[in-house]
């Protein structure tokens, strides 16, 4: 159980150009998701909290203009990198929290999408 | 505010020796969590274990164990008879149970590499 997906696991965009990320719980519903950023050999960094029906709560220094977050259902989040930038190329990775149950404040990552632009 | 730190960057080891990774945390709540978690190459963050604040009995799974002591605040991970497919980043977090988003606060993550 606690099955996180997301998709694309690698995209290859255009400098310009809008890149959508869907993060699904599989298994279980989410009340809350998490949108991390991850550079090479560095820890993660959380760049927004997402809660199903609301505005996502953004981090400092991470522009919501910039990183479009949409939690439309306890299933799916979506991360929207508008406008990519090469300095937006990174690994991009999400987590869920369970609504309830015993294992409701353990966070479950996807499996990352890493996001190049040219 | 809550902090994680993990001071060992690398570690290399030879299989099937013992190996601990450290973390040590800071945090004013007096509930909180604490939870460790596997990088391998692919990426992908593998849950290992949470242990809440007011259980502080040391945890065995397999090779695995794992030793929890509020008195120095760590949280510290071992692998036993360690393999090569235990080479990865493996990551300390804390979730403070205040507030409902529960958000991770990670450490900088100790590399370890299992020779063959």
């Known amino acids: 159980g606690a099955v996180v997906s997301q998709h694309p696991s690698r995209v290859i965009c255009k400098s310009g150009t809008s890149v959508k990320i869907e993060c699904r719980s599989l298994d279980f519903q989410a009340t809350t998701m998490f949108w991390y950023r991850q550079f090479p050999k560095k820890s993660l960094m959380l760049m927004a909290t997402s809660n199903e029906g609301s505005k996502a709560t953004y981090e400092q220094g991470v522009e919501k203009d910039k990183f479009l977050i949409n939690h439309a259902s306890l299933t799916l989040s979506t991360l929207t990198v508008t406008s990519a930038h090469p300095e937006d190329s990174s690994f991009y990775i999400c987590?869920?929290?369970?609504?309830?149950?015993?294992?409701?404040?353990?966070?479950?990552f996807g499996p990352g999408t890493r996001l190049l632009v040219l | 505010a809550q902090k994680v730190t993990q001071a060992q960057t690398e570690i290399s080891v030879v299989e099937k020796e013992d190996v601990t990774l450290d973390c040590v945390y800071e945090t004013r709540d007096t509930t909180y969590y604490l939870f460790w978690y596997k990088q391998p190459p692919s990426g992908e963050l593998v849950f290992l274990i949470r242990r809440n604040s007011f259980d502080e009995q040391n945890e065995i799974s397999g090779r695995y164990s794992w030793n929890f002591q509020k008195s120095t605040s760590s949280f510290n991970f071992t692998i036993t008879a360690s393999q090569v497919v235990d080479s990865a980043v493996y990551f300390c977090?804390?979730?403070?149970?205040?507030?409902?988003?529960?958000?991770?606060?990670f450490g900088s993550g100790t590399q370890l590499t299992v020779l063959p």
């Open positions: 987590s869920a929290r369970q609504l309830a149950g015993e294992t409701r404040e353990t966070q479950y």
């Open positions: 977090a804390l979730s403070e149970a205040t507030g409902s988003a529960r958000q991770l606060t």
